[in-house]
């Protein structure tokens, strides 16, 4: 089974799976055709993680993670006096960093797969030639994010056409990203990372004054990494390391709210989720403060997560009153956000959990002319300026700060859960910050018993720290459970929806369950 954001993926991912693939295959094919028909977070040209487990229980993590070009440097997106240039680092071509998403699938395919390389990429290659129907979710994402989109002269032109976003409907085929596709399928990754189309991306982010270089996409290395697994009872969390920020977050909360609460899971009512509030106000002040790129910079992880430590937080959480976040209110006002989660499984225990991004939706919004790609705004997710918010409205420190080559901090959080040693539950989500507290959410729901769909469109809350309120989704959570938490001194701000959860639950004979997050329109398929 394969659960995605767009139904086309969902399908080549299973039609994988039906010419004998494995769930990574099927994951790979997915997430290849997402490039094509979820153009707003589906890519080549971002970047990743996925956490996967073999039949045989191994347990991997790769990251895909974008890095900086050679050429950045701290203060790349500043401008006079120091401060931040605006939409430096998320509309312009400084905003790209150096593509991983292409030698990332294609090293977890020659790691994990099965089926021929070429195999995997046709459903892809099919779909950019042929063309898909733009479904109304996809033609009002570009009506949303038309000013950013229309500064670009090509992506005008495949996505604007005539100066209007593509009409709920339209046939939409992609010959040059076609093109690029079939090059991957015949000569793998290097066809994208070397030769005519890392030249053309290179000299088109040259042209409108990014420093983006040949040399940096023909260097960039995917890396295995050991994925941080947390321990709690029977169950097992395996998620994403540094340089995402998923591990500690998840870590700390579990561990302070079992502190709070013992190891019985939290419902999640009011007093529940005044817990895993303060427990996330904890958790993201060290994340924001702390972490970076541990490949580049020191980042204390061991001290952050002794448990003395994580006792010590949980047992500062007052269960009566929120605790005010040491620093003042710093969101900045938003804009869309995209990045894309699946999740793909056998029955015999084999498990993917993928996420994907060009960071804000359709990354910088450039189409690079000849190649179809869209490039990645991924350079925001490094604080451009100390205790100035990205994206996301966090605000982090000099850990995250621009360093040539290093991989910017990232939340997202493809996660599989195991219970006494059989996976039971496959899920991650889009939504910047929001993603390891979403995922908390739908784990936490799973745990105490709801089923799968009931837990993946549930009303979600979220806390980061700073700005210090407490989000909640529009028409979203239930009144008294927001006066609950406004009698316990919380700060309540209505936001648009939180995450698009791509889940599988196992049962206990192995049989698998799709949800796709009602706040999308996603969709699972299975051979
Ligand atoms: O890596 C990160 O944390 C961000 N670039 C993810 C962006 C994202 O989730 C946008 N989604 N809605």
């Known amino acids: 089974m394969v659960v995605s954001a767009a139904p086309e993926a969902s399908r080549a991912g299973a039609e994988v799976l039906a010419a004998g693939g494995n769930a990574m295959d099927a994951a790979i094919a997915a997430a290849l055709a997402l490039a094509v028909v979820y153009p707003q977070a589906g890519n080549l040209a971002g970047g990743g993680f996925l956490v996967a487990r073999t039949p045989d229980g191994a347990v991997y993590a ?3 993670r974008e890095t900086a070009p050679a050429r950045a440097r701290r203060d790349m997106f500043l401008g006079p006096g120091g401060r931040p240039v605006p939409k430096a680092s998320t509309g312009s071509a400084l905003a790209v960093a150096v593509p991983g998403s292409v030698r990332g699938y294609a090293e977890a395919h020659r790691r994990l797969g099965k089926l021929p390389w070429e195999k ?30 229309t500064r670009w002269e090509e992506t005008r032109r495949v996505f604007l056409p005539g100066g209007e976003p593509l009409a709920p409907g339209t046939l939409l085929r992609q010959p040059e990203l076609a093109r690029t596709l079939e090059r991957i399928a015949r000569d793998g990754p290097e066809a994208f990372h070397w030769g005519e189309v890392a030249a053309r991306i290179a000299a088109f982010v040259r042209a409108n004054g990014g420093v983006l270089s040949e040399e940096d996409l023909a260097g960039y290395a995917p890396a295995w990494r050991a994925p941080d697994e947390i321990r709690s009872g029977s169950f097992a969390v395996h998620t994403m390391p540094l340089p995402s920020s998923a591990g500690l977050v998840l870590r700390s909360v579990l561990a302070q709210l079992e502190i709070v609460r013992g190891i019985e899971p939290t419902p999640l009512d009011a007093e529940g989720y005044h817990h895993l509030l303060e427990a996330e106000r904890r958790a993201y002040a060290d994340r924001n403060r702390w972490l970076g790129d541990s490949d580049c910079v020191a980042v204390p992880l061991a001290a952050l997560l002794a448990p003395s430590r994580l006792a010590a937080l949980g047992a500062s959480i007052n269960p009566a009153r929120a605790t005010p976040s040491v620093a003042v209110d710093g969101a900045t006002a938003r804009e869309r956000e995209e990045t894309t989660h699946l999740s793909a499984a056998t029955p015999d225990g084999f498990a993917v959990s ?18 179809g790609v869209l490039l990645n705004n991924e350079m925001d997710d490094f604080a451009v300026a100390p205790g100035v918010p990205n994206l996301y409205g966090l605000v982090e420190g000099s850990s995250n700060e621009v360093r040539a080559g290093g991989r910017p901090l990232s939340s997202m959080a493809p996660t599989i859960v195991e219970r006494d040693g059989r996976p039971i539950l496959v899920v991650g989500s889009p939504g910047g910050s929001t993603i390891p507290t979403t995922v908390l959410q739908v784990l936490l729901r799973t745990l105490a018993g709801t089923d799968l769909a009931g837990a993946v469109a549930a009303p979600r809350l979220h806390h980061q720290h700073t700005p210090d309120v407490v989000f909640f989704e529009r028409g979203g959570a239930p009144a008294p459970l927001l006066e609950a938490l406004r009698g316990r ?39």
């Open 354 to 371: 993928l996420t994907t991004t060009l960071n804000g939706s359709f990354g910088n919004g450039a189409l690079v002319p000849g190649v």
């Open 62 to 64: 790769l990251d895909f």
């Open 120 to 149: 995997v990429v046709a459903p892809a290659v099919l779909l950019a030639r042929n063309g898909f129907r733009v479904p109304g979710g996809l033609a009002r994402e570009l009506r949303l994010e038309r000013g950013v989109l």
């Open 489 to 527: 001194g919380h700060v309540l701000r209505e936001r648009d929806p939180i995450g698009k959860v791509h889940a599988i639950a196992f049962d206990a004979d192995g049989r698998l369950t799709g949800a796709a997050d009602p706040r999308g329109w996603g969709a699972p398929a299975a051979p």
